[in-house]
């Protein structure tokens, strides 16, 4: 009777496992697994916190032009730099910040007014195609207004600075 495939690779198996048991000190390789069902395979998503609230992204607002400000004042952008996801603070030393912000400073713009003054806000703050939370808009205070655009990149679970502009006038 002629044999069939499955038959020829049940002898070689039986005959791999007979060269294992009389062959002392040959190492015997193990066939490869039968396949068995797996469960597809499935991008896993980094997990993006969803927009925050308004009161939220009040709070990183002004954190942010607040940081600005302090920065402004004392020539100190540390707190600022550190506000900032590893991105932000890998492409901004203080003294690349303090240049960013020089205009803001020759004009004499005083940001301190934002703790307690209402933005108006551009667009509903919303995630950009890269997942990131972009924040633009505009605080109508004296003696010069400024508009601003945010840009928040997640670290370790919560939005961190990745981009910031503010513009007097």
């Known amino acids: ?27 015997a390789f193990a066939a490869p697994p039968q396949p068995t069902a797996k469960p597809p395979l499935t991008m896993v998503q980094p997990k993006v916190p969803p927009v925050p609230s308004p009161p939220a992204v009040l709070a990183l607002v002004r954190t942010v032009l607040t940081a ?9 952008y540390s707190v600022l730099r550190e506000l900032g996801g590893p991105d932000f603070h890998d492409a901004n ?5 303090s240049a960013v912000f020089a205009n803001l400073v020759d004009q004499r713009v005083d ?7 209402e933005p108006s806000y551009r667009e509903a703050p919303r995630l950009t195609a890269r997942r990131m939370l972009y ?4 605080f109508d205070i004296q003696p010069k207004p400024v508009s601003f655009e945010l840009l928040f990149d997640v670290w370790k679970g919560e939005w961190r600075l990745y981009g910031v502009s503010i513009v007097p006038g």
Do not use: Q, S
């Not at 069939?4 to 062959?23: K, P, Q, T």
């Not at 030393?93 to 910040?97: E, I, N, S």
């Open 1 to 27: 009777a002629a044999l069939n495939f499955e038959g020829i690779m049940r002898l070689l198996r039986l005959a791999i496992v007979v060269a294992a048991l009389v062959a002392p000190g040959v190492e």
């Open 68 to 76: 600005v400000d302090h920065g402004n004042k004392t020539g100190n």
């Open 93 to 97: 030393t203080a003294a690349r910040l």
């Open 111 to 117: 940001l301190l007014p934002v703790l307690v003054v």
């Open 135 to 138: 924040v633009a808009g505009r």
